[in-house]
């Protein structure tokens, strides 16, 4: 059992690990810009800034620190006011998204990513900024690279002389030197403590909430201190807390800790306790890096995450659980190791371990690019290849954003930012849902800014054991009005619903400002119309004979539970789309009318003409159509005009039934059969290819000219093949055919019989017997290159022999055929020597030879 070392709770700055290189530090950014890899638990993140306030570079200039997570920054700030012995506000303050606690004393300000790009935008100098502060870069989060870009560019500019630092435990260093322009790279020790690994000894099963709460328990039992679990995201956390919960004492505390949880909630898990109860937290990544928390002497690893997944092609998002990269697994374990000798369970095997990517995936290459589309438009920049990148945006998810915010209308249509853009990027939320804020009529920016909230913030319907939450995002508008008045709201969270209205308010009051400018082109009233404001490729139509399958007009499907109540609605506006599987899962939506549509999106609806093919009358038939992109808001049926491309349709048709669709006469059969004997005997003889699999991939050059005025397959079927398949061949051709190949021949007794071309590659020639008496030779065709494949009859027209060799018939089996069938014909001729007979056809005796 690992013993409780001593904790300390409010470490000074001399003890920080980071100390020795701080000298360092101040040295390389005399000169300019710097890397700095420290271990987690370093001290970097609270005493870097603070060790940089008195260097004469920065004067008395402001240092902008950001942190990728809001608790983060929240405690980051904290931590740093508590070593100055100050509050929060006076030299040391910080703001995240609607919540700020900065005074005019302020020298460091700790702020999550997306600020910094507010700050830039508006102020393109920074004024009185002297230091960016890039902390846990190796998260490789959107709005950092974006940061670090528009700051470069700033650099290069309008600011040579503002410092740049990026600072993480897990860097590559090298590649981030040089893109800072050879900056000096700073490598700190920590001051961590051994982790002892264990793996799982076996492949772990579908439920990583299971296995986390197994070894918890062992852990509780076996080791000492407070414990640390990772699941991949709040559901598994919300069931692994309550389950948990009934599982162990009461003096031991679990407690959830993801980002979304409520401010006062999340510094509950962070704060140890002070008594001798024991904690078990368990958290998503957002404890990976960053907060140092006390008291952790067991980390127990899913090995899991769950992160956005954007597919360009459908321009929709999933969300994906997928194993951790081994960097992550290495901080989460070293968080084990900050106060003393720690455990690690990694609950999957040490084979599994080698399958694992080094380091995780930059967000820039798999997300949604509207946001920084629309960041770069408003900075001029129309190219992301003119600004420097650790990692560029890719080509393909650039392109999909800037259709999206063409569609939305932040960009006309050479690509440039519009007025509504430019108001549209002062708005603190993706470019949709600002464009749903800017668009509403006055009667409904109430309504815009709730639906914003609760698209944003976390669903406050709550989970029922054995029942999905419903789907209809008006059911959360319901219960957040209720809540506001004082209602009772059953099966919603009213601490979810707070969040929801305070962000709507704060939404409201910034929407009011950015709305001042050139008049709106739109005012959108009910919320479905606000809702297809920003989600207008997926307005989504049921689909013909379904229940809960819908076509979005962006092209995709969509699925909704049988069982869930906005199934019965012809339309819907989706606002959460889980994109997995062939057909997305409908997470929210809201009902919407086809007179909505038609009045919100009347420049967008085309009116076509549309040929398709009726099954049922087995003809081509048109139709007006009216379309809003994929999806077809009615179709009328109308007469074909002569203009209509009848011909294309018919023929995939004919492709389709090639068989039966046209008059296959034995005579067209026979032509055909003719012409391919003759393509084999003369390959270069120019012979076309009238076998049915050319002819059915060569509709449209001889048979096309030949469907003028035809709509129906009843027609094409009265045509007469013979002809159409005779124009396929010159004049000489036609000469030959009929003198090489032809379709009957006169046998010995003077009768006029068909040559078969149709049954295999030899001709058959079928015959009674006694009409080839006298013939001692097979009979040939096509200038004696070809014998007959004789099928010789009995007088009952039954096969007697199939032969090529009729000399070797006389000579050895007629003899037979002979004495089994002269008893039972009589009438007929059966001459000892068939070679020296008189052909007969009938039943007439024949005279002797010479008599």
């Excluded at 961590?192 to 492949?203: I, L, M, N, Q």
């Excluded at 080791?223 to 692994?240: K, Q, V, W």
């Excluded at 406050?460 to 995002?473: E, F, H, M, V």
């Excluded at 000489?732 to 040559?755: F, K, S, V, W, Y």
Aim: charged share 25%.
């Amino acid at each position: 059992m690992i013993p409780n070392p001593p904790r300390d709770p409010n470490p000074t700055m001399e003890n920080l690990p980071i100390e020795p290189v701080l000298e360092d530090l101040r040295t390389a950014l005399r000169r300019g810009h710097a890397v700095l890899q420290a271990p987690t638990g370093s001290g970097k993140s609270t005493r870097v800034p603070l060790a940089l306030l008195d260097e004469d570079w920065l004067g008395t200039g402001r240092i902008l620190m950001l942190q990728p997570r809001r608790p983060a920054a929240r405690m980051i700030a904290a931590r740093m006011a508590a070593l100055l012995g100050e509050p929060l506000g006076e030299r040391v303050g910080y703001q995240i998204r609607f919540e700020r606690r900065i005074g005019p004393r302020s020298r460091i300000e700790v702020i999550t990513e997306g600020i910094l790009t507010r700050r830039i935008q508006s102020d393109p100098t920074l004024e009185g900024v002297g230091l960016l502060v890039f902390d846990e870069f190796h998260e490789r989060s959107l709005q950092s690279d974006l940061g670090l870009a528009l700051a470069l560019d700033l650099v290069a500019g309008l600011r040579p002389d503002l410092r740049l630092l990026l600072m993480s435990a897990t860097l590559d260093t090298e590649p981030l030197a040089e893109l800072l322009g050879d900056a000096a790279v700073i490598r700190g020790e920590g001051r961590s403590f051994p982790v002892e690994v264990h793996y799982a000894d076996r492949a772990p099963g579908p439920d990583a909430v299971a296995a986390v709460i197994s070894a918890a328990r062992s852990a509780l039992a076996e080791h000492s201190g407070d414990i640390l679990a990772f699941l991949p995201g709040t559901g598994e956390i919300n069931r692994c807390v309550a389950r948990l919960r009934e599982r162990v004492d009461a003096q031991t505390w679990v407690l959830p800790l993801h980002g979304s949880l409520p401010t006062e909630e999340q510094e509950k898990a962070l704060t140890p306790n002070t008594g001798s109860d024991r904690r078990v937290l368990v958290s998503t990544d957002i404890a990976e890096t960053s907060l140092t928390i006390p008291g952790i002497r067991v980390v127990i690893d899913s090995g899991l995450t769950r992160k956005p997944r954007f597919d360009p092609g459908s321009g929709l998002t999933r969300l994906v659980t997928e194993p951790i990269a081994r960097a992550s697994a290495e901080q989460r374990a070293g968080r084990a190791g900050r106060m003393g000798p720690g455990v690690c369970y990694r609950l999957w095997t040490r084979a599994q371990e080698q399958g694992r990517p080094e380091s995780r995936t930059p967000e820039i290459l798999q997300t949604d690019l509207a946001s920084l589309v629309l960041e770069l438009r408003l900075w001029g920049v129309a190219d992301p290849n003119e600004l420097r990148w650790v990692d560029p945006p890719p080509g393909p998810a650039w392109e999909s954003a800037a259709a999206l915010l063409t569609r939305l209308g932040a960009l006309d249509a050479r690509g440039a930012m519009t007025p509504l853009g430019r108001r549209m990027a002062e708005l603190p939320v993706h470019p949709r849902l600002a464009a749903m804020l800017l668009d509403a009529a006055d009667t409904a920016r109430g309504d815009a800014a709730d639906l914003c909230a609760l698209i944003t913030e976390r669903d406050p319907l709550i989970d029922t054991p054995g029942q999905r939450r419903p789907a209809d995002l008006g059911l959360r508008l319901q219960a957040l009005h209720a809540w506001r008045e004082r209602h009772p709201v059953p099966g919603a969270d009213a601490r979810r619903l707070a969040a929801a209205d305070r962000v709507a308010q704060q939404l409201q009051r910034l929407t009011h400002n950015a709305r001042h400018g050139p008049e709106r082109h739109g005012s959108a009233r009910s919320t479905a119309e606000l809702l297809a404001l920003a989600y207008p490729e997926r307005i989504a139509q049921r689909r013909e004979g379904t229940d809960g399958r819908y076509r979005l007009a962006g092209g995709s499907g969509a699925l909704l539970p049988q069982d869930d109540a906005l199934a019965i609605h012809p339309y819907l506006v989706i606002a959460s789309l889980d994109a997995g599987g062939a057909d997305g899962r409908i997470q929210s939506a809201l009902p919407i009318a086809e007179s909505e549509i038609r009045e919100r999106f009347a420049g967008r609806i085309t009116l076509s003409r549309r040929l398709f093919w009726d099954a049922q009358r087995e003809a081509v038939a048109a139709r007006a159509v009216e379309r809003l992109e994929s999806i077809t808001l009615r179709a009328q049926p109308v007469p074909l005009e002569p203009t209509d491309g009848v011909a294309g349709i018919l023929l995939e048709q004919i492709a389709a039934r090639f068989d039966h669709a046209l008059a296959w006469s034995d005579a067209a059969l026979q032509f055909s059969a003719r012409v391919a004997l003759m393509r084999r005997l003369e390959p270069d003889g120019g012979w076309p290819d009238l076998s049915p699999e050319a002819l059915r991939a060569n509709l449209h050059t001889w048979l096309a000219p030949y469907l003028s005025g035809m709509s129906r397959l009843a027609q094409i079927q009265k045509l007469d093949l013979i002809p159409i398949l005779v124009s396929r061949l010159d004049w000489g051709q036609r000469q030959r055919l009929d003198a090489e190949a032809p379709t009957r021949i006169e046998t010995p007794a003077g009768r006029d019989r068909p040559i078969d071309y149709g049954a295999g590659e030899n001709p058959i020639l079928a015959v009674q017997l006694q009409e080839l008496f006298g013939l001692s030779e097979t009979p040939r065709i096509a200038r004696g290159r070809v014998p007959l494949l004789l099928h010789l009859l009995s007088p009952a027209r039954r096969p007697i022999q199939v032969t090529q060799d009729l000399a070797g018939f006389w000579a050895r089996g007629y003899a037979e055929v002979r004495k089994e069938l002269r008893g039972r014909y009589p009438k007929h001729a059966w001459p000892e020597d068939p070679t020296q007979a008189t052909p007969v056809a009938g039943v007439r005796r024949p005279r002797r030879a010479g008599g």
